[in-house]
């Protein structure tokens, strides 16, 4: 497999380098130099003709300036994926692997008008009751059980064994999940992010959250699910289970990869590892420059034109998908001359207008907990590869590490907090148990085993 580095520009078999009609935004091309492939866009202007999987088609925006328009323009660019002409009309392969993504779903980010307010309402207005005190405690419980399940080995992976897990055991806790549903909410994310048996694990998800749900209506409690169902929005059954595939779902992978990719800079990039930042804002300054420069979320926020519209000499159809390069809108070059007089939160990575990412300070938060976390209990840990050597997953939307693997003085003993006892007997184990099964259908049950009294 290629590493990032060793692709300077889209390659010469590759359509975008011969001036073909569209930018594939699929292969392993894309994932190892997206940087090069946004350049090249660049030359089409404002926005530019892309190819997000084999037979789906779209437009991509690139420039600051227009992305924002963009966002900001609701009445203009919808996010009802109803609206989707090709869809409609069948030329768009039913079996596509970005389908999953772009489909209308009754949740609060491919709504508009007034289905859109009343969803975001209810979202925003549970999201506000989080105890920030309460989050912060359980993070570091949560870092400190992932911790010592590899602690004693001296070794890591920090995507597999970390970053993966982190948010979705933290998830668990905010929705309030008992543990034999938690398992298995996490068994289906885990799947649906891993794209392995990727059918089943959707099986598992829906069915959780369905019994998640009517738990709920029946034994309501102090968390995020009882708060969405009891708001004056009056939400379904079916609006309430993809509310929550929404917030957990599109919150624990982009956390993931800015856990990941700050983890990155900190243990490999010089401007980090050379001590020119204050020990202060060390995770803060890292977390930053992967907003701005390699946003966890590349390529999203689909928009549909409700009619033809013209940027900049270009024609963006009516009922034809229009994404938003985050990743390319950041680094603009007309912006890029004048970010030091920027606000550091002028980055697209959270979204803007009406259907910005409505918990970003909870999910920076989080982030900086989790990667605090580790640095204090593995002081001396360290990139255990070349970083020339890292790879990214393929794929149109994320910029997502495949691993990071780490090494640090092993550490034996006890690591959780006085007075917990545990209950995990397997010990200090990677996240496959001694019989090499996966444990990812078992990592909230065995998290709360660890803290019980």
């Not at 390699?294 to 994404?323: K, Q, W």
Request: charged content about 20%; proline content about 8%; aromatic content about 8%.
């Amino acid at each position: 497999m290629q590493s990032h580095s060793e692709y300077k520009s889209p390659p010469p078999g590759c359509p975008a380098h011969a001036g073909g009609e569209r930018v594939p935004l699929h292969g392993m091309e894309f994932a190892a130099a997206p940087d090069a492939f946004y350049e090249l866009m660049r030359e089409y202007g404002p926005s530019a003709p892309v190819e997000l999987a084999p037979g789906v088609e779209a437009e991509l925006v690139t420039e600051y300036g227009a992305a924002l328009h963009l966002l900001q323009n609701p009445d203009t660019f919808a996010r009802d994926p109803r609206r989707w002409r090709a869809l409609n009309e069948g030329r768009v392969p039913l079996d596509s692997p970005v389908l999953p993504m772009m489909m209308y779903r009754p949740n609060a980010m491919f709504s508009d008008g007034a289905t859109h307010l009343r969803l975001r309402q209810a979202v925003t207005d549970s999201l506000s009751r989080v105890d920030m005190h309460r989050m912060n405690r359980h993070v570091n419980r949560v870092g400190a059980y992932l911790i010592e399940q590899f602690s004693s080995r001296g070794k890591a992976d920090l995507v597999t064994d970390y970053a993966q897990w982190l948010p979705l055991l933290v998830f668990n806790d905010l929705f309030g999940c008992p543990a034999e549903i938690g398992d298995r909410l996490v068994f289906g994310f885990s799947g649906i992010f891993d794209g392995v048996d990727a059918e089943k694990a959707n099986e598992v998800l829906t069915e959780s959250l369905f019994e998640l749900v009517a738990l709920k209506r029946t034994n309501p409690g102090d968390d995020v699910t009882s708060w969405l169902m009891q708001h004056q929005a009056g939400l379904s059954d079916e609006e309430m289970i993809h509310q929550l595939v929404l917030l957990i779902g599109a919150g624990a992978e982009p956390m993931q990869n800015i856990i990941a990719s700050a983890l990155r800079l900190l243990l490999a990039d010089e401007r980090y590892t050379g001590g020119q930042h204050s020990a202060g804002m060390l995770v803060e300054d890292a977390i930053n420059d992967v907003l701005w420069n390699s946003p966890p979320i590349a390529n999203y926020a689909v928009h549909y034109p409700v009619h033809d519209v013209e940027v900049s000499g270009r024609t963006l159809p009516g009922g034809a998908p229009v994404l938003v390069s985050f990743a390319a809108a950041n680094t603009d070059p007309n912006v890029s001359l004048g970010r030091q007089t920027l606000s550091k939160r002028a980055h697209l990575a959270w979204g803007a207008g009406p259907h910005a990412c409505p918990a970003k300070d909870a999910a920076l938060l989080i982030s900086i907990l989790a990667i605090e976390k580790l640095l204090n209990v593995l002081p001396d840990i360290e990139l255990a590869v070349a970083e020339e050597s890292l790879t990214y997953r393929p794929g149109p939307f994320h910029r997502a590490l495949n691993g990071l693997p780490a090494r640090f003085t092993p550490v034996h003993g006890e690591r959780r907090p006085a007075g917990r006892s545990s209950g995990v007997t397997s010990g200090n184990t990677s996240p496959q148990d001694n019989q090499g099964k996966s444990r990812k259908g078992s990592w909230w049950s065995g998290f709360l085993s660890w803290w019980k009294v």
